[in-house]
């Protein structure tokens, strides 16, 4: 049970913290949420900066253009990176922590050559296609179908909940290849170019306002048959392999943030006289400890990743289950500091809370993440 | 950074497991019950020879020259156990009350709940903590001590007017999270043992998701008061030690309350063990520091940090 950084995890620390100390104030002015094209140009600038002083892809395998870090330098990073306010992923984020680390895990050589640099240089920009109006949670029930015509899959049928897929140039898509198949076979992993002939994406209204993902329909695009990862109808371990690193890894940043704006919160409460009631500042209190704990079982869990190659486990279920309702428990506490003001669009907070409703549904619901916890860890029967 | 245990670590924790598994396995448990829960001497005597007590005493005072994080995996296996007695105080007193080290002698504390002193007649010694330092006091300097029926059949407990008040020691406080992370672990152990051999309307009523999100909370919330317990553990920070009691608490009697609950009407029965594990929850959960009080404290820390 060692909590302490060695001197090299210091020293990757210390240099971090010099180079966004000096690169942050050069970055433009934040977009509006609501602005997705401007988000784009913002967080692939953001990435850009990464790749040039060598820090894009961290936690991808040398051999894929990343640099090899650490799951503990990971850590560090995004611990670092959340402290000074720099920006999140953001547009970046399928292709570096989902289809990214995908095609690098499962893709051939000319594939890697392909698709890992632009995303490392935020040139180019990947959404997720794997949900459906039918299969969502129950992804495996998907039905838009790729049919095999020479050289080319003709794909058709319908995608949801498809984030940032306007400004997107690449989909990871998930198609059946074969309908015979038993559900969890029969599926393969596409690389889809977004201005393919046949794609019309249409967004989606969030209740926080934004237009964050979209629906895609899908007639009969024509896919390379060299654009698919994996072999034919294996597509299922594939996705299982992106899955575990978006669950791992995707939150951790996160968790820094919220505390920030739990002091954050403390301080207005200290301000305009919430802080005397006893239930509120207890409440404020408890998050305390509960944000801390989380942030030590992020620790333990990339002390666990370290040792087993860097793949996270189950044990990303067990944290997101407690922060996704932790997040919401934050911003509900925020709103009754704001009093009044927490029906103020534009107040601090506000925004903030309304998105926090995503989190125990979006990346598998709770209830999913239940199951998952209750089958594979725990080992109980699978059932209704 | 790795925060997983060492080698040595887990070597400790297996050895206490199994000496718990073979002294004080469920004939050991239920016999304590049927005794109002007065102390093993014998046991008692046999932790003191396994270094139980000792365990943070320097070596050239007879102890094992070990630290916290190693405690807290020894209380951690007493909790899971159900392992009775006034083992904290004990603990804390070695090195300082003569005996206690060794568990030639059972020492009780004064302060570690309000107005309440458990296992007063048994013990040897009921010491009082102030600061970081201790006054010992004998049963017969206590004569107003009344003997009250206790809601935890293995705690006996005595009520005392005007209760001396301490400032709880940070270790005390730890501790005792460590017993209650170990009962919430046995509890959602004990939840999906049933839960995956009990049937009903044709499948094991594990199967059904009902059940499966109640196992699978304890879970999440036994893992996270963990983290926290073991990171307080080695940072030996107040507000973080704090806080760690605050969700061990929560994972001990809110697990022990779902454990019940998988068990059904068995649960409500005085032979299911899962009744114990809750009222003992409820009983640490008392002590040394309430979930009030340490909500306060994480309250202070974020105002501070200002």
């Known amino acids: 049970m060692d909590l302490t950084y060695t001197e090299e995890e210091e020293d990757f ?46 936690h991808w395998p040398v051999d894929a253009g990343g640099q090899g870090a650490t799951p503990t330098q990971h850590l560090i990073y995004l611990d670092e990176t959340e402290r000074a306010g720099a920006p999140y992923v953001g547009a970046n984020f399928v292709g570096l922590l989902h ?22 240089r935020g040139d180019e920009v990947w959404c997720q296609g794997f949900s459906e109006p039918d299969a969502g949670s129950d992804l495996a029930s998907l039905r838009t179908k790729a049919v095999r015509d020479g050289d080319s899959y003709v794909v058709s049928g319908s995608k949801i909940w498809t984030s940032h897929a306007e400004v997107a140039d690449w989909c990871e898509l998930l198609v059946r290849t074969d309908p015979q198949a038993p559900r969890h076979r029969g599926i393969s992993w ?13 967004p989606l209204r969030t209740l926080a306002g934004s237009a964050e993902f979209a629906e895609m329909f899908l007639d009969e695009v024509r896919v390379p048959v060299a654009n698919r990862v994996g072999e034919e109808n294996d597509g299922w371990r594939v996705t299982m392999v992106t899955l575990s690193f978006e669950r791992g890894t995707a939150f951790v940043g996160e968790v820094v943030a919220c505390r920030r704006t739990l002091c954050e919160l403390a301080r207005t409460a200290r301000r305009n006289g919430c802080w005397d009631d006893a239930v509120l500042r207890r409440r404020l209190g408890r998050l305390n400890a509960e944000f801390r704990a989380l942030w030590r079982l992020t620790q333990w869990n990339v002390s666990e990743a370290q040792n087993t190659g860097g793949v996270p486990g189950t044990g990303g279920s067990v944290f ?65 | 950074m790795d925060f997983r245990l060492t080698d040595d670590q887990r070597a400790l924790r297996t050895g206490l497991r199994e000496l718990l598994a073979g002294r004080f396995g469920r004939h050991a448990l239920r016999a304590a019950v049927d005794r109002e829960g007065t102390v093993d001497r014998e046991l008692w005597r046999e932790l003191g020879a396994a270094g139980f007590f000792a365990l943070r005493l320097p070596e050239n005072e007879g102890g094992a020259g070990l630290g916290l994080p190693e405690a807290v995996l020894l209380f951690e296996e007493a909790g ?25 002698r059972v020492v009780t504390c004064a302060t570690q709940l309000r107005g309440l002193i458990p296992h007063f007649g048994d013990a040897d010694a009921a010491v009082v903590i102030h600061g970081a330092g201790m006054r010992i ?32 020691r940070p270790d005390a406080i730890l501790l005792t999270a460590a017993e209650q992370l170990g009962s919430a672990a046995r509890t959602t152990e004990m939840a999906v043992q049933y839960a995956g051999e009990r049937e009903q309307f044709g499948q094991p009523i594990g199967g059904f998701q009902a059940v499966k999100h109640l196992c699978a909370q304890m879970l999440v919330r036994t893992e996270v008061a963990r983290a ?3 990171a307080a553990a080695v940072t030996e920070d107040f507000t973080e030690i704090a806080g760690a009691k605050l969700l061990a608490d929560e994972a001990a009697v809110q697990g022990a309350r779902d454990c019940l609950q998988v068990f059904g009407g068995m649960g409500f029965t005085w032979e299911a063990d899962v009744h114990l594990h809750l009222k003992r929850a409820w009983l640490r959960g008392r002590m040394w520091l309430t979930a009030a009080e340490s909500e306060e404290i994480q309250a202070e820390a974020l105002a501070s940090a200002l």
Do not use: F
């Open chain 1, 13 to 58: 620390r210390a240099r971090l913290r010099s180079w966004l100390a000096v690169s942050l104030p050069k970055l433009p002015p934040k977009p509006d949420p609501l602005d997705w094209p401007g988000r784009r140009t913002y967080d692939t600038a953001w990435q850009r900066m990464l790749y040039d002083a060598g820090y894009a892809g961290l």
């Open chain 2, 228 to 230: 926290a317990v073991y």
């Open chain 1, 190 to 202: 596409l690389a889809m170019p977004m201005d393919a002939p046949g794609v019309t994406v249409r």
């Open chain 2, 80 to 104: 899971r156990a159900l392992l009775n007695g006034p083992l904290v105080a004990t603990h804390l007193a070695a090195g300082r009350v003569p005996g206690a080290a060794d568990g030639a």
């Open chain 1, 320 to 384: 997101k289950l407690r922060y996704s309702h932790a997040r919401q428990e934050l911003y509900d506490t925020a709103a009754e500091v704001l009093g009044p003001d927490a029906m103020d669009l534009d107040r601090e907070w506000t925004g903030d809370r309304l998105s926090s409703l995503s989190y125990t549904i979006a990346a598998g619901t709770s209830q999913i993440q239940q199951n998952i916890v209750a089958e594979r860890i725990l080992g109980l029967p699978k059932g209704r």
């Open chain 2, 137 to 168: 006091r004998c049963p017969e300097e206590l004569p107003h001590a009344r003997r009250l029926r206790s809601l935890d059949p293995l705690t006996p407990l005595h009520r005392i007017p005007d209760g001396p008040k301490a400032p709880p």
């Open chain 1, 99 to 120: 289809a990214g680390p995908t095609v690098a895990a499962e893709g051939t050589a000319e594939q890697r050559a392909r698709w890992l640099p632009p995303v490392l």
